[in-house]
C-alpha cells in the first residue's frame, strides 16, 4: 500500500520532482494505475511515457528494531520502552531521550546509529557509525543509557 507514501522522478521529463500520495489503485506491480496526488501538491513539469519513476511506502509504516547488518532503511526514532513486535507504539524523534550507549560517548557531540550493536548509539567520528541521532546532554557508562537531544526527523 503506497497511500501517504511517495513518487519521485528519477529520470527524463520532470526528474527531481516529488509528490506525496493520498491513493492510488489497486493494480497488479507490471499493469498501470492511478495515483491520486494531495489537493495542495501539482506537477511541475509534466511527465511522459519516458519518465522514470520510483515509489517510496510511507516513513514508519514499516518500522523494525535496528539492525546494522541488515539496514532496511534511515531510523525512524527511539521508542520510549520496549516494544513488542507487531504492537503500535510511540517513536520519538526529537528533543532529549533515554538512549543506549556502547563505547564512549562525549557531552555536546554528536551520536549516530552503531554498527557493531544494532540497539545503541556511538560518537559520531567512529567508523562504525552509521546515522547521525543527536547530540549527546549527559554521559552514561558504555552499555547504560545516555541523554541525547534527538534529531532524526527535520
Known sequence: ???????????????????KL????????????????????????????SSQVGFQKALGSDVEVWDADDITGPPLGVPACDVASGAYFWNQV???????????????KNVMTANADGTAVVMADDSSAEFLIGGVLAVAASGEYSFVDLNIRG
Open 22 to 49: 493520498k491513493s492510488h489503485t489497486t493494480e497488479a506491480k507490471s499493469a498501470n494505475f492511478v495515483v491520486t496526488l494531495y489537493d495542495n501538491d501539482s506537477v511541475r513539469t509534466a511527465l511522459t511515457t
Open 94 to 108: 526529537k528533543g532529549p531521550a533515554a538512549v543506549l550507549a556502547t563505547g564512549t560517548v562525549v557531552l555536546g
Open 1 to 19: 500500500m503506497l497511500d501517504d507514501g511517495y513518487l519521485f522522478v528519477i529520470d527524463e521529463a520532470g526528474e527531481g520532482q516529488t509528490f
